[in-house]
C-alpha cells in the first residue's frame, strides 16, 4: 500500500533562516509528488509538483523540492523563510498512470517563524 | 476565477444527530472529492465522482456517510448518524478530470 512519511511534526525556524521539510514515499513505481500548502481556516494550496524530468521543481512563494529516487525522497526546500510561511505543510503522491488522480497525503508539518 | 466553495464552515452537532455539508466545485471542473482531516492527520479520501458518478468510494464509511452530486454539479455529503470520531474537517476538492485538485476552506465538525 502507498504511504507517504512527514517524519517531523513541528519545525519551528526563525524568520530569514532556510527550511527543509521532509517527505518520504514507499510505492512500487515512482509516484507523482505534490507539496501542498494550508494556513490556518484555509484549504490546502499547491506548492509545487513533480512528474517527470528535471528533478529539482520550482513552485509559488519560493519553494523549490527535490525528488531523489534513491532515497524514495522529496523534501521541500525555501532558502529564506518569511513570517506569513507559517502553516502546515503536506506532502502527497499519486499513483502515476492512473486515471482516478487520487492522492494519499502526509500528515503533515507544522512550521513555527520565529520573528 | 471562482475558487471552491464549501458551507456551513463551522458545525457542532450531538452524537446520533445528522449532518450534512455542502460543496460547490470550479465552474467546469469534472471531478468533485470529499476529505475527510482528522487533527494531526492529513486528508483522506472519502469518495470521488466523476460528473454525476461515483468513481471511488472505498473509503466512504456506508453504513453512515452517503454523498450525491446532483446534476455533475454541486454535492452534498451527509453523516447519520454521526458519532464521535467523525469530529474532523471535511474538505471538498474539485479538478479538470484528473488534473490540479483545488480545494474548499473547509467545513469543521464537531461532535460531543
Known amino acids: 500500500a502507498q504511504s507517504v512519511t512527514q517524519p517531523d511534526i513541528h519545525i519551528t525556524v526563525s524568520e530569514g533562516a532556510s527550511l527543509e521539510l521532509r517527505c518520504n514515499y514507499s510505492?512500487?513505481?515512482?509516484?507523482?509528488l505534490f507539496w501542498y500548502v494550508q494556513s490556518p481556516g484555509q484549504g490546502l494550496q499547491l506548492l509545487l509538483k513533480?512528474?517527470?524530468?528535471?528533478?529539482l521543481v520550482q513552485g509559488i512563494k519560493g519553494f523549490e523540492a527535490e525528488f531523489k529516487r534513491s532515497q524514495s525522497s522529496f523534501n521541500l526546500r525555501k532558502p529564506s523563510v518569511h513570517w506569513s510561511d507559517a502553516a502546515e505543510y503536506f506532502c502527497?503522491?499519486?499513483?502515476?498512470?492512473?486515471?482516478?488522480?487520487?492522492?494519499?497525503f502526509g500528515r503533515g508539518t507544522q512550521l513555527t517563524v520565529w520573528p | 476565477e471562482a475558487g471552491v466553495a464549501q458551507s456551513p464552515r463551522y458545525k457542532i452537532i450531538e452524537k446520533r444527530q445528522s449532518v450534512a455539508f455542502w460543496c460547490n466545485p470550479i465552474?467546469?471542473?469534472?471531478?468533485l472529492y470529499w476529505y475527510q482531516q482528522i487533527l494531526g492527520q492529513g486528508p483522506k479520501l472519502l469518495i470521488q465522482?466523476?460528473?454525476?458518478?461515483?468513481?471511488?468510494d472505498s473509503q466512504l464509511p456506508k453504513d453512515r456517510f452517503s454523498a450525491e452530486r446532483l446534476k455533475g454539479v454541486d454535492s452534498t455529503l451527509k453523516i447519520q448518524p454521526a458519532k464521535l470520531e467523525d469530529s474532523a474537517v471535511y474538505l471538498c476538492?474539485?479538478?479538470?478530470?484528473?488534473?490540479?485538485?483545488?480545494f474548499g476552506p473547509g467545513t469543521r465538525l464537531t461532535v460531543l
Open positions: 476538492a474539485s479538478s479538470l478530470l484528473a488534473g490540479d485538485q483545488y
Open positions: 510505492y512500487g513505481a515512482t509516484p507523482y
Open positions: 513533480y512528474f517527470s524530468g528535471d528533478t
Open positions: 502527497a503522491v499519486e499513483e502515476r498512470g492512473s486515471t482516478l488522480g487520487r492522492l494519499y
Open positions: 465552474s467546469g471542473h469534472a471531478t
Open positions: 465522482f466523476q460528473n454525476n458518478g461515483v468513481v471511488d
